[in-house]
Every structure is written in C-alpha cells, then in structure tokens.
C-alpha cells in the first residue's frame, strides 16, 4: 500500500505546483532608418529566415532603397514586399551580414493578454508599457498605456517586444502625442 501512495503523492504535489512564466530581458535594440523619413525599421528572424519589418508610414519606399543603422556607414537594402498587414510590411533586404544583436526573434501567434508587459524597442532605449485593450471588430490594434511619458516622434514601426515569450509580437503605430506619449496602439506581426 504505501509503494502506491508515494507515487500518487508526488504526482499530486507536482500538479498544484504552478511554474512561474518565463521571463526575457528586453534587448538593447538599434533600429534601422531612412534620412528623409520619420520612422523605424528592424530586422527579424522566423522559421531561419530573416525579414525587414515596417509600419506602413515607411511602405511607400520601394525595393532598392536604402536604410541605415546608427553609427553604420553601409545600408541595409529593402528587397521585396512579401507581407502586408492593416498597418505593417515585410520586406526581404541585402546587405551586410546580420549580427545576432541586430536581429530580432520573432514567434508566431502569441496570446496576447490585458496587463501584458510590452517594451518599445528604439535607438537602445526600452520604452516600457502595459497592454491595455484587446482589438474588437474591424479594430486591429491593440492598446497600450506606458509607465511614463516618452517622445514618440519617429518611432512608428518600432519593434514591440513581449518579454514573456523572449520575442517581437509587432510594431509601434500610434501614440497620442509627439513629444509626450503615454497612450496608443500597435498591430501584431501575422505570418502564417
């Protein structure tokens, strides 16, 4: 009788033991831009291959031109569009072989959820929010409020990183104001 118990009894134990949720550091990330247009640009990885991704403030650039990394003197070249959403593209790019701190990881369908802690991630700085409303309808950003106010400036198409997957989820689109942001939305990166 007790050979049995035991078992069960670890068994019970190791059930009502919730594990804490992983948890990733955001990146220091240093997005790419244009120097005639407002916005961001970043690199990111999925399924081994890697992509330009953008908000479409950015879209109307065509294949061939040219973006840059700060304190980089060669461009990263826009290739095809191979993926359009409500407000985001992807883009295939050439140029200088990608390192590792440049590329983001990017994972499919994330389940996103109110009081999701999300960071901005822009020339190095970690812009730190918290989402606060779902999409509904034909509506397709979600919401975000952040812990302070931050220039918004330019910063659409900047990657959002959710730290509890260790991934970017979509880009920064909206902001309710220029200098002093602290409410506004972005769109989920979908790829199938």
């Given at each position: ?118 960071f901005f991630l822009n020339q190095g ?68």
């Amino acid at each position: 009788m007790l050979r049995l118990l035991f078992p069960l009894t670890l068994l019970v134990s190791s059930c009502g033991e919730e594990s804490a949720p992983a948890y990733a550091e955001p990146p220091e990330y240093q997005t790419l831009h244009h120097p005639k247009f407002k916005g961001a640009f970043f690199q990111m990885e999925h399924d081994g291959e890697q992509y330009l991704v953008c908000s479409i403030h950015q879209a109307h650039l065509k294949p061939g031109a040219k973006v840059f990394r700060p304190g980089r003197k060669e461009p990263v070249i826009i290739g095809q569009r191979i993926h359009k959403q409500q407000d985001l593209h992807l883009w295939t790019f050439e140029g200088p072989p990608v390192k590792s701190a440049d590329l983001l990881k990017y994972q499919a369908d994330p389940e996103i959820r109110i009081d999701d802690r999300i960071f901005f991630l822009n020339q190095g700085k970690k812009i730190a929010a918290t989402v606060v409303a779902l999409p509904q309808g034909e509506q397709f950003r979600h919401s975000y409020k952040t812990d302070k106010p931050f220039a918004a400036n330019g910063l659409s198409g900047s990657p959002v990183f959710l730290p509890r997957t260790g991934s970017v989820i979509g880009v920064l689109q909206t902001a309710n104001d220029k200098n002093k942001a602290t409410f506004g939305g972005f769109e989920l990166l979908k790829l199938d």
